[in-house]
């Protein structure tokens, strides 16, 4: 597992930057959800929550505080969380992983133009669709395609804000491995002859959510997004394999008419 990974490489090298990252993001991951879970009054869930994120950084004060208030039973609800948008009391517990989808918590968000949103808790497809490790993804499909696909399994389109959240992962970086741009780490800037591979099948291409994340997010196949500019186009994300490297960020956005078809250009589902 990762924690023994962490503890293994940590224990030979103190100083091991990708050891010390990951820890810290397993960490925060881990104290989000326990944020979360207090806020839903799930204080078993919330402490449990809470004392994994220590596992991975000793005396943590947040994850201290949290277990504190979930052992007194008082509910804490944390600043990025927008209690009119509170779920059912019904559904106390929300799986992390469900049906080949990941669960983003909702929380305040800060695009890349310095706007704070709040982005309520979504779920995304790991893989681009048909969401299956190994398969290539659909391509050439309309926007309209597009959506009837996701429909079809019960699911929908992200929303472009959606997709920029996940893309960024923990950190909200520009890249989902980081904020410069890296040749060879996702497909991108390649021949327009070479096209997509199968899901998954570059695993350094992964936006970073701790112990889980999503892949290809950037380049592969560019993907179809529910939302619509002024003009009435259709949002696209992510950059496709032939695509430069300032256009296969979280960030940019590439606007078509909802007809428009390629064999770059694919999508997955949220909802």
Request: charged share 25%; proline share 7%.
């Amino acid at each position: 597992c990762a924690h023994y990974w962490i503890e293994k490489v940590l224990a030979v090298d103190p100083e091991n930057v990708e050891a010390l990252e990951l820890q810290n993001a397993i960490s925060e991951t881990y104290l989000k959800w326990a944020e979360l879970s207090l806020a839903r009054k799930n204080f078993a869930k919330a402490a449990d929550y809470a004392k994994k994120a220590m596992k991975f950084v000793d005396g943590h004060p947040e994850a201290q505080k949290i277990i504190e208030q979930a052992q007194q039973g008082r509910e804490l609800v944390p600043t990025s969380f927008d209690a009119s948008r509170r779920p059912s009391k019904r559904r106390t517990q929300v799986p992390l992983l469900e049906g080949g989808m990941m669960f983003i918590p909702g929380a305040n968000f800060t695009r890349e133009n310095g706007e704070t949103i709040y982005v309520p808790g979504f779920y995304i497809d790991i893989y681009e669709f048909p969401n299956m490790r190994g398969k290539k993804p659909y391509t050439n499909v309309s926007w309209y395609e597009a959506r009837n696909y996701c429909m079809s399994v019960g699911k929908r389109l992200c929303t472009d804000v959606e997709w920029e959240k996940a893309c960024r992962g923990l950190e909200e970086l520009r890249y989902p491995y980081g904020d410069r741009y890296e040749p060879g780490t996702c497909r991108t800037n390649l021949d327009p002859e070479a096209g997509p591979v199968p899901s998954g099948a570059i695993p350094s291409c992964f936006s970073n959510w701790g112990e889980y994340g999503i892949f290809d997010m950037s380049g592969n196949v560019w993907e179809w997004t529910e939302s619509r500019t002024p003009g009435n186009n259709r949002i696209a994300k992510g950059g496709g394999w032939s695509d430069r490297p300032d256009t296969v960020s979280c960030t940019n956005r590439i606007e078509l008419t909802p007809h428009y078809t390629h064999e770059s250009g694919g999508f997955r589902c949220c909802k």
